[in-house]
């Protein structure tokens, strides 16, 4: 390539990044690390300069010699103190420009002289010349400044750009910023219509709202203010943004700390509700903008093609929900949120150098895959548990096994379904594959494994194998990432390559006989039930589901009788269901 190289770089508020186009693909420069460098620079003891994270961790203990945020002062007329010096904002941004020209110049072997950077599209005139000026400070021509929902926009849709237009909204949530636009991109040309937002709203604000619950903890519990005493209220930031994130993932965290004054030790849990309540007027605040947005650009929810997360923030389960909720799809989730941006200004950076390219890879999985089983539980049988294997964020390819027993004496079979979605009852999820598995009659708590392996292309393969005789079940689903679509999949080629026995899929560990077992006609019945409801109709769907309900509750009530009725009455329904 004789073309001199151009970078593409995501300059943040909290972090930045930079990306090149290796062949085809966007990919993020990282130096052994994980590509995300702190956007903070600082003045070490020996009074060196220091930029990324060395300079954020000294952030809390020497505040007078770290600039933090530095993206919020561009444009304006004013120098920021550093140790014994004072810098123009520009000369700070530059400092950070410089470090990600030196990364990429180490990784790429080669100097670089050209940039692509990316801006909040409410960004003015005297803010984007800045952010050139530190460009040039830091030695990079600057070929084009880019609007960050623009930049997310070519992420997710730079390689199909050219089909029919698009109207995207971008929610940009970061550490202390948050944007929303609407974008629209048709032919290639990328156009901001709307944007709006609030540059002092975060996740520093929701941490600090964890901070606050825990000042108070410790004072109802142990009559101690920590308020005054700076390195517990940072060792109390850590663990509440370490809660934040776990909250993501999990429905409840711990939160300790030990010594936190000579023998008192913080140990309280935190459930995600519990934090929701802490941030529900902030997010309300952000679906507001939302309305906004949508209103500026003069469109309705339903205009809205896709939904793109951008920003760590982003990653709050709430937010997806209620922006579902808002706009009745389901938010992309395929490109890691704290690169998207970066991604895309990589492949404006290499449109710039006349390069076509193909589109971000995608190496986590958006979404979580199961499996539908059944569990006795305190309630008594919930048929249609949902079994996660493989769980969303998990690095690409996977592959990951679950044991399973049959429920019934002489089981003949287990339906296994593949479910994308996160809620536990797995009727609740999307179905994206249902097989019959044929058993060998065996007795109640015989095992059986189903694996599923992903890969990078979202290919999910299954194998369920039936430990005591070995018989196996293969099935392979393409194209699993197109989830927002479920006909999508479902129309996808499902290649069953040789099947034989399953059985109503029992939960983990748990076999299940003697007073628990459920006679074999009504799991039969119950199996066929859950074979045709994704076939039926919405209002048959009802009905099935209310009566395999009430199916349920007649075997927990050991009323088998009744329940035989009330299958006499879902095996009416099921004869008319092709
Ligand atoms: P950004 O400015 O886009 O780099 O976002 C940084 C913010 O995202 C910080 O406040 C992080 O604590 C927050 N963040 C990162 N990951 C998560 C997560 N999984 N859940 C909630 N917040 C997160």
């Known amino acids: 390539m004789n073309t001199p190289p151009i970078i593409g770089i995501d300059l943040g508020t909290t972090n930045s990044e930079v990306a090149f186009v290796h062949e085809t693909r966007p990919e993020i420069l990282r130096d052994g690390d994980d590509g995300i460098l ?36 561009m444009g304006k007329e004013k120098e920021i103190p550093l140790a014994e010096k004072r810098y123009t904002p520009q000369e700070i941004s530059a400092l950070i420009l410089k470090e990600l020209k030196e990364k990429a110049e180490k990784i790429m072997g080669r100097g670089v002289g050209h940039a692509v950077i990316t801006v909040p599209a409410y960004f003015t005139d005297a803010q984007r010349q800045a952010t050139k000026e530190a460009g040039a400070i830091a030695g990079l021509e600057v070929v084009r400044i880019i609007n960050e929902p623009t930049a997310a926009a070519l992420a997710y849709e730079g390689s199909h750009a050219g089909d029919e237009r698009r109207t995207i909204l971008v929610y940009d949530l970061g550490g202390g910023t948050f944007d929303v636009s609407i974008v629209q991109i048709e032919d290639r040309v990328v156009e901001v219509l709307a944007s709006t937002g609030d540059n002092r709203l975060g996740g520093d604000d929701f941490d600090e709202r964890i901070i606050q619950w825990l000042v108070r903890e ?22 509440a943004e370490k809660a934040k994130v776990e909250l993501s993932q999990a429905a409840t965290t711990r939160i300790e700390a030990d ?45 809205i093609d896709r939904i793109l997360l951008v920003g760590g923030s982003s990653r709050i389960p709430m937010i997806s929900n209620m922006l579902k909720d808002k706009l009745k799809i389901d938010p992309s989730k ?42 006795f539980n305190d309630e008594g049988l919930d048929p249609h548990v949902f079994v996660p294997l493989i769980k969303r964020n998990t690095k690409l390819p996977v ?39 044929d058993l060998s009659n065996s007795e109640a708590g015989s095992m059986i494994t189903l694996k599923y392996d992903l890969d990078l292309n979202g290919i999910l393969k299954l194998e369920a194998v039936e430990k005591e005789t070995g018989r196996t079940l293969n099935a392979v689903i393409d194209n699993v990432f197109a ?17 034989s026995s399953m059985g109503a899929a029992a939960k983990p560990g748990k076999a299940h006989s003697g007073e628990d077992t459920i006679p074999p006609d009504i799991t039969d ?30 075997v927990e009530d050991k009323n088998f009788e009744k329940a035989r009725i009330i ?9 008319y269901i092709d």
């Open 38 to 73: 702190p956007s903070c620079v600082g003045v070490d003891d020996d009074g060196r300069l220091i930029v990324g994270t060395t300079a954020r961790n000294q952030a809390v203990a020497y505040p007078e010699r770290t600039v933090l945020s530095v993206k919020r002062e």
């Open 218 to 239: 410790l004072k109802q519990q142990h009559h101690l203010d920590v308020t005054e005493n700076r390195a517990v209220m940072a060792r109390l930031k850590s663990c």
């Open 259 to 303: 010594h936190i004054a000579e023998d008192i030790h913080l140990s309280v849990a935190l459930t995600r509700e519990a934090f929701e309540g802490m941030i529900r007027e902030e997010i309300d605040r952000t679906m507001q903008s939302v309305t906004k947005a949508l209103q500026d650009a003069g469109i309705t929810p339903g205009d």
């Open 334 to 375: 395929e490109i890691d949120p704290d690169l998207c941006v970066a991604l895309g200004a990589g492949i404006q950076a290499a449109r710039e150098m006349g390069i076509d390219t193909s589109g971000v890879l995608i190496d986590i999985t958006p979404y979580t895959f199961g499996t539908s089983a059944a569990e």
């Open 399 to 437: 592959s990951h096994t679950e044991t399973f027993y049959t429920m019934v004496d002489n089981q003949d079979l287990a339906l296994i379904q593949v479910f994308q979605g996160e809620e536990s009852n797995a009727l609740d999820n999307i179905l994206i594959g249902s097989y019959r598995f």
């Open 483 to 499: 989830c927002e679509d479920p006909d999508r999949v479902r129309t996808s080629q499902e290649k069953i390559n040789g099947f």
């Open 525 to 554: 019945t119950l199996t066929l039930a859950r074979e045709k409801l994704d076939v039926a109709s919405k209002e048959d769907q009802d009905e099935i589901i209310d009566l395999m309900e009430e199916i349920t509750d007649a």
């Open 567 to 575: 299958c006499d009455e879902l095996e009416d329904l099921l004869f």
